[in-house]
C-alpha cells in the first residue's frame, strides 16, 4: 500500500505555469507506475499523466501533451506533475494515484492507492 499527499495546487491565470507534487509512502512506491488524475464538478475522474516504476516511460492524454510533464523521484518517495500554458479547462481537483504494477496502467480502475487531492483553478 501507497500513502499520497498532493500539494501545490492553487489560483493562477491563463497561460501561467504550476507544478504539483505528490509525497508518497509506503515501500511500494517505488515498483509502482503512478498517475496524475483530474476530476472537475459534475465530470468524472481522467487520467492526465501517468509514469511508469523507473520514469522511463510516460503516457499523456492529446488534451494534455506538449503542456503536462509527469515525472518522479524515487530517492525522495515523490512525483511531479509540471503544467504549463494552463487553461481555464484545467480546473479541476488533481489527484495522485498509484497502481500495484510497475508498467503504464491508463484505466483508473487499475490505480488502487489514492491522494485527498489537490485544487487547481485557472482564471480566464
Known amino acids: 500500500q501507497v500513502q499520497l499527499v498532493e500539494s501545490g495546487g492553487g489560483l493562477v491565470q491563463a497561460g501561467d505555469s504550476l507544478r504539483l507534487s505528490c509525497a508518497a509512502s509506503?515501500?511500494?512506491?517505488?515498483?509502482?507506475?503512478m498517475g496524475w488524475f483530474r476530476q472537475a464538478p459534475g465530470r468524472e475522474r481522467n487520467l492526465v499523466a501517468a509514469?511508469?516504476?523507473?520514469?522511463?516511460?510516460?503516457y499523456y492524454p492529446d488534451s494534455v501533451k506538449g503542456r503536462f510533464t509527469i515525472s518522479r523521484d524515487n530517492a525522495r518517495n515523490a512525483v511531479y506533475l509540471q503544467m504549463a500554458s494552463l487553461k481555464s479547462e484545467d480546473t479541476a481537483v488533481y489527484y495522485c494515484?498509484?497502481?500495484?504494477?510497475?508498467?503504464?496502467?491508463?484505466?483508473?480502475?487499475?490505480?488502487?492507492?489514492w491522494g485527498q487531492g489537490t485544487q487547481v483553478t485557472v482564471s480566464s
Open positions: 494515484a498509484a497502481a500495484r504494477t510497475g508498467s503504464i496502467v491508463r484505466y483508473t480502475t487499475s490505480y488502487y492507492d
Open positions: 509514469i511508469s516504476w523507473s520514469g522511463d516511460s510516460t
Open positions: 509506503g515501500r511500494a512506491f517505488s515498483t509502482s507506475s
